[in-house]
């Protein structure tokens, strides 16, 4: 099944970091893209770069998917520009690393909105078209935080928890009706998102936005339910296994709190 050569592939968080390298690795293997995010300059920007480097199409839809119902109005937009998805990448994502309390409770609203809801209405949208089409492909960007419960982190993880699961199950569901779906675990990986959510990933490896989108491609196209990246961090994610779930916890609580006291007492 050619998943990407001449097929059009709708990426979430194209504006960035592994959003950004999913669109440039895509259209390097002749697919054409529809790029969603908040930051339209940056969009257009990278729409005209990929249209100078590659021949493919490229369409720009900006929108802001932590709101209610905006994942409706976007694919109202892709299908009012007579366009279908063969491939899904809900990658857009953001994390917070604080104590709980910390953030106010909206900005964990507009988290689940964006991690989960906006990903879920996203899949339930382009499903049907992919299904009478006999075909598709949906990669769900998680973490290796979806893994195990995650103290100072909760929120995010357990957003990133319910985004493997939901792949992993649907995965099940459709992998015999000629739809792909995989979750994608990066661990650390070198993009804007640790400015955003205050991590203190000092003495962390990260990998590159690259080497996750071309791995995510990769474990699509072997029609895997997930995949980690990174043997270090795939080695990681087995611990939970392993473990009491209650020394699991433990352990990341006493790793995170010093990452966060020390977070918090480095200048602004
Ligand atoms: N970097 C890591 O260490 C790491 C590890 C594991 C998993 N992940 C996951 O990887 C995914 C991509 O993150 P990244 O590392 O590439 O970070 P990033 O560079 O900060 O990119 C995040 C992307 O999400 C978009 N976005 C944020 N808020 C949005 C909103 N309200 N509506 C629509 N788009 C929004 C951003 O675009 P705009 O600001 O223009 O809207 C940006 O394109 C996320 O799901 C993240 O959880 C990252």
Redesign the pocket.
């Known amino acids: 099944m050619e998943l990407i050569h001449g097929k059009t592939a709708l990426i979430?968080?194209?504006?960035?970091?592994?959003?950004?390298a999913f669109a440039l690795e895509i259209a390097s293997q002749g697919g054409s893209l529809i790029l969603?995010?908040?930051?339209e300059d940056?969009l257009q920007e990278l729409a005209r770069q990929i249209r100078r480097q590659y021949n493919v199409s490229v369409t720009v839809i900006p929108?802001?998917?932590?709101k209610p119902g905006a994942a409706n109005e976007l694919m109202d937009a892709v299908y009012a520009a007579k366009l279908q998805v063969d491939l899904l990448v809900n990658?857009?994502?953001?994390?917070k690393w604080t104590d709980f309390l910390d953030e106010p409770l909206g900005s964990y609203e507009?988290m689940i909105t964006?991690?989960i809801t906006s990903l879920m209405a996203l899949t339930y949208l382009v499903l049907p078209q992919m299904l009478a089409s006999g075909q598709g492909g949906i990669i769900n960007?998680?973490?290796?935080?979806a893994f195990q419960p995650c103290p100072y982190i909760a929120t995010y993880c357990a957003t990133?928890a319910f985004v493997l699961s939901f792949s992993e199950a649907l995965h099940g569901e459709y992998q015999h009706r000629g739809i792909r779906i995989t979750a994608l675990c990066?661990?650390?990986?070198d993009?804007?998102?640790?400015a955003?959510a205050q991590a203190n990933t000092d003495g962390m490896r990260?990998d590159s936005?690259e080497t996750v989108a071309r791995q995510g491609l990769k474990a699509l196209t072997q029609n895997r339910s997930y995949t980690i990246v990174g043997t270090d961090n795939y080695a990681q994610a087995l611990l939970p296994r392993l473990l009491p779930r209650k020394t699991v916890i433990n352990i990341v609580a006493s790793m995170m709190s010093r990452k966060i006291k020390k977070a918090t007492l480095q200048p602004a």
């Open positions: 979430t968080g194209a504006s960035s970091g592994i959003g950004r969603t995010a908040r930051s940056k929108a802001d998917l932590a990658n857009a994502g953001v994390g507009a964006l991690n960007v998680a973490s290796t935080g990133k990066p661990g650390n990986t993009t804007g998102f640790q955003e990260a936005p």
